[in-house]
Every structure is written in C-alpha cells, then in structure tokens.
C-alpha cells in the first residue's frame, strides 16, 4: 500500500467550441485549463473516509466511494482534503474536476492503479449523474482526464476518440468572463434540452442527432435545436482548420456564430450571458460565445494581441490533464 498522504490534482476546462454536441454524438473542442481542484488523503484514526468541510453524506464523496468499491478498490480509512483555484458554478466544469481528483486521490490512497481513463471518465460522470443528481455528457470528464500542454483535444463522442489540435495563439489572448448569473435554471434547463434531442432523434429515426439529415420536417422547437447540433458540429471541424491555419478571424467568427447559434436555435443564452458577451466584443474580442451548458455560466472570447481584456475575466490556456502529485 503506498504510503499516505498522498495527492490527487484535476483541472476544470474550457470549451474551444462544439457546445451540446457530445450528448448529441457529435464533435467538439475543449481543452484542460491550469486551474483545478486538488485532493489529499491523509491516514485517519477513523473507519472509513470523512472530508472535513463537507458533509458525511456529501453526493461525489459518497459516489466516489461507492463506485471505487463497486470497482472492487479497498479504500484505506483516510480523510481527504479539498483545496480548488477554479471558480465554482462558473461553468468551467469545477464538479468534474472534483470527481476526478477525488478519484484519483482515493486509488491512489489505496496504493491502486486507477481504472484506464474512458472508464475513469464514465465512472466519474456517473458520480455527478447518479449521486449528484446533474446530468452531464463526458465532455468535461475527458478534457480534464486527457488534457495536454499547448493542445486542445477534438473529441468525437460517438468513437470516443480524442485527437490533439495544437493551440499556438501567436499572442492572441483566449478568456473567460463569469456572467454572474444565478445558475437557478440551468439544471433544468439542461435537461429540458437533452430530452427535446432525444425526441427529436426518435422522430427523425436516428440514433443520434448527429445522425440528422434535413430537420425542416420536424415540429419547433425540435427542428432548431437539431440545426444547432448539426452547424455546431460542422463549426468544430472548421474551428480545427482555423487553427491550423493560424486564421484568427475566422476563429473568432466561429466564436460568434457558434453563440449565436445556441442563442436563437438551442436557446440558452441569458441577458447576464449577453452583456458579458457584449462586453468582450467592446474590448476588441474578434470572437465570444456562451460557454458550457448555458443559463449563466462564463463566456469564452478570443481577443487580439495588446487588447486590454474585460474587469474579471481570466486568461486561460491549455494545460495538461488530471494527475497524482506525490
Ligand atoms: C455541460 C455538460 C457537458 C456538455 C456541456 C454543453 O458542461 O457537463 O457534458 O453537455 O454542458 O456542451
């Protein structure tokens, strides 16, 4: 067994572009960022793990232990501690980097290997989706697990496959800006949008909307949210050859299209989300979108070298993924 404490880091994320689409079967664009949570697991005198700070029944605590188990990891008697540097409920995915530097502290505190990381990634989302009660794809769950210095990941949900796009921004700045605003609908709304897929997909007799051929036979609001699905797919492929290319212009018109997009087709954009976003494009951002799964949350904009950026908003940049420190 190795010897305690040990430490556990995960970072939360943004995503470059390709939002509600990994539900959806679809593609998209995130990255690790260098802010995240970190676990340590220290030897306790007490049965079981308890977490100072949190409540004994704690939903990731009690979900974290309940799948390691149920994996057949032996977690020692240990109390873990929680320290984070990731704004929470700002949309940059910090339940997930809970999860995972949770998970990873505890099989590390059990002197085990962690499950390979696409299990890790689904037993993770099924702490936040079955103990935490929000539903969630596995698209932070995965750039948080996978990501790499200098890289954003092109994930495609339906193969699970994840393919690094160098990110080289040639001094431009990429950002984020909380809205501030009260996330009160977001779990509802969330799962208001992932039902209206579903049904969209069963009426269109695809397994998933990335499936989709022509939506215009579809009732509203269902033949719009299938739009978005479809161009925001298509925008994460271009997005990846903007880069390429270093065309950032066209990466920041992306950015636009993309927010206006889950503004009047997917409909999750909120004035708090608005006026953030008019706020980076009055700075000079040649691009700003809502990031995340929308009613609040922070915006992601790309602004060009020597722009002063907004009061608050964070510089962000790809960093690596989620790992034991010691
Ligand atoms: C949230 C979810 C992700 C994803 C995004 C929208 O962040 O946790 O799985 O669905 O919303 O792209």
Same mark, same amino acid.
Do not use: K
């Given at each position: 067994?190795?010897?305690l404490p040990v430490r556990a880091f995960a970072p939360g994320?943004?995503?470059?572009?390709?939002?509600?689409?990994?539900?959806?079967?679809?593609?998209?664009?995130?990255?690790?960022?260098?802010?995240g949570v970190t676990v340590t697991a220290a030897?306790s005198?007490?049965?079981?793990v308890d977490a100072p700070g949190l409540?004994?029944?704690d939903?990731y605590l009690?979900g974290a232990v309940?799948?390691l188990?149920?994996?057949?990891?032996?977690l020692?008697?240990c109390t873990v501690e929680l320290s984070s540097d990731l704004?929470?409920?700002?949309?940059?995915?910090s339940s997930a980097a809970l999860c995972v530097s949770l998970v990873l502290a505890l099989c590390a505190a059990a +002197?085990?290997?962690p499950?390979? @990381?696409?299990?890790?990634?689904?037993?993770c989302?099924?702490i936040?989706?079955?103990?935490?009660?929000?539903?969630? +794809?596995?698209?932070? @769950? %995965?750039?948080s697990?996978?990501?790499?210095?200098?890289?954003?990941?092109? %994930?495609?949900?339906?193969?699970?496959?994840?393919?690094?796009?160098?990110?080289?921004?040639?001094?431009? *700045?990429?950002?984020?800006? &909380?809205?501030?605003?009260?996330?009160?609908?977001?779990?509802?709304?969330?799962?208001?949008?992932?039902?209206?897929?579903?049904?969209?997909?069963?009426?269109?007799?695809?397994?998933?909307?990335?499936?989709?051929?022509?939506?215009?036979?579809?009732?509203?609001?269902?033949?719009?949210?299938?739009?978005?699905?479809?161009?925001?797919?298509?925008?994460?492929?271009?997005?990846?050859?903007?880069?390429?290319?270093? &065309?950032?212009?066209?990466?920041?018109?992306?950015?636009?299209?993309?927010?206006?997009?889950?503004?009047? &087709?997917?409909?999750?954009?909120?004035?708090? *989300?608005?006026?953030?976003?008019?706020?980076?494009?009055?700075?000079?951002?040649?691009?700003?979108?809502?990031?995340?799964?929308?009613?609040?949350?922070?915006?992601?904009?790309?602004?060009?070298?020597?722009?002063?950026?907004?009061?608050?908003?964070?510089?962000?940049?790809?960093?690596?993924?989620a790992r034991v420190l010691c």
């Amino acid at each position: 067994m190795t010897p305690l404490p040990v430490r556990a880091f995960a970072p939360g994320r943004v995503n470059l572009i390709g939002e509600h689409t990994d539900y959806n079967g679809g593609v998209c664009l995130p990255f690790a960022i260098e802010l995240g949570v970190t676990v340590t697991a220290a030897p306790s005198a007490r049965s079981g793990v308890d977490a100072p700070g949190l409540r004994d029944d704690d939903p990731y605590l009690r979900g974290a232990v309940a799948e390691l188990t149920a994996a057949g990891v032996e977690l020692p008697a240990c109390t873990v501690e929680l320290s984070s540097d990731l704004p929470q409920g700002a949309g940059l995915a910090s339940s997930a980097a809970l999860c995972v530097s949770l998970v990873l502290a505890l099989c590390a505190a059990a +002197g085990t290997d962690p499950p390979p @990381q696409l299990e890790l990634a689904r037993l993770c989302s099924r702490i936040e989706n079955d103990y935490a009660g929000a539903r969630t +794809g596995l698209l932070d @769950q %995965l750039a948080s697990l996978l990501g790499r210095e200098r890289h954003a990941l092109r %994930l495609d949900m339906r193969t699970l496959e994840a393919e690094p796009v160098r990110v080289e921004l040639a001094g431009h *700045v990429l950002a984020v800006l &909380d809205s501030g605003a009260p996330r009160t609908l977001a779990a509802s709304g969330y799962n208001e949008r992932r039902a209206e897929c579903r049904r969209a997909a069963e009426l269109l007799g695809v397994e998933s909307l990335s499936d989709a051929g022509d939506p215009s036979q579809l009732p509203e609001p269902l033949a719009r949210r299938t739009r978005h699905v479809m161009s925001e797919n298509a925008r994460v492929d271009t997005a990846v050859a903007a880069l390429n290319a270093g &065309d950032w212009p066209a990466l920041g018109e992306l950015l636009d299209a993309s927010h206006a997009s889950l503004r009047d &087709d997917y409909e999750v954009s909120v004035p708090a *989300v608005e006026r953030a976003v008019a706020a980076c494009r009055d700075a000079g951002a040649l691009g700003a979108r809502i990031m995340g799964g929308g009613f609040g949350g922070s915006v992601l904009a790309l602004f060009p070298p020597g722009a002063a950026t907004p009061e608050g908003a964070i510089g962000v940049r790809p960093g690596p993924g989620a790992r034991v420190l010691c």
